[in-house]
Nanobody
């Protein structure tokens, strides 16, 4: 089975930086789009950033210029570099990936369990 495991969350002060990682493992034939979503208490989950297998990126307006998404295809890993963090960035961050587990299988979305990012003094 496919698994996505996030790491790198923690406590950081406003204006600080944090780097999140998400590694995919298990039965993987190919990975298409990978991305990061976040969910704050009492709020709906929202898209933060995503990146295609070819390197095309999309960002939420609220993080443009501050966050950078990247991936290492050899390691089946996606990263999120977060700079100039604000209190509004506090949330559980979830990794997402569209993965085809087998050459003749259907691709589908997979989710990590999330990693908590807290921005506070």
């Amino acid at each position: 089975q496919v698994q996505l495991v996030e790491s790198g969350g923690g406590l950081v002060q406003p204006g600080g930086s944090l780097r999140l990682s998400c590694a995919a493992s298990g039965s993987i034939f190919s990975i298409n789009t990978m991305g990061w979503y976040r969910q704050a208490p009492g709020k709906e989950r929202e898209l933060v950033a995503q990146i295609t297998s070819g390197g095309t990126t999309n960002y939420a307006d609220s993080v443009k210029g501050r966050f950078t998404i990247s991936r290492d295809n050899a390691k089946n890993t996606v990263y999120l570099q977060m700079n100039s963090l604000k209190s509004e960035d506090t949330a559980v961050y979830y990794c997402n990936a569209h993965i085809q587990p087998h050459p003749i299988g259907v691709g589908m979305d997979y989710w990590g369990k999330g990693t908590l990012v807290t921005v506070s003094s």
